[in-house]
């Protein structure tokens, strides 16, 4: 059984910076491709980032480019998002996701491609 377990959210001020962490446990961590969404209040659920198996490749939405980094260690089954620059907007509850991928990249945007997903994590910015 795959778990992933999300922490590092919490109350920071606009312009500031929080670092969430994504805990992976069941699968050998190496073998995923991992994201990162959100969703806040009364909208749907959008993806942020996605990091390929062995960190080559990075992607992101158009909305944190530049604000956010997604990274990993694959030697502590552990996948980040560094948010700097935080604003309002960005308050949501932020899930890490797994993507089984054995034989290729795996990236995607789409949720229904995760297989995996995180408990959440809170993240409010206040102004």
């Known amino acids: 059984q795959v778990q992933l377990v999300e922490s590092g959210g919490g109350l920071v001020q606009a312009g500031g910076s929080l670092r969430l962490s994504c805990a992976v446990s069941g699968r050998t961590f190496s073998l995923f491709t991992m994201g990162w969404f959100r969703q806040a209040p009364g909208k749907e659920r959008e993806f942020l980032a996605a990091?390929?198996?062995?960190?080559?490749?990075?992607y992101y939405a158009d909305s944190v480019k530049g604000r956010f980094t997604i990274s990993r260690d694959n030697a502590k089954n552990t996948v980040y998002l560094q948010m700097n620059s935080l604003k309002p907007e960005d308050t949501a509850v932020y899930y890490c996701a797994a993507r089984f991928s054995p034989s290729g990249s795996g990236w995607s945007k789409f949720q229904n491609d995760y297989g995996y997903w995180g408990q959440g994590t809170q993240v409010t910015v206040s102004s």
């Open positions: 990091i390929t198996r062995s960190s080559g490749s990075t």
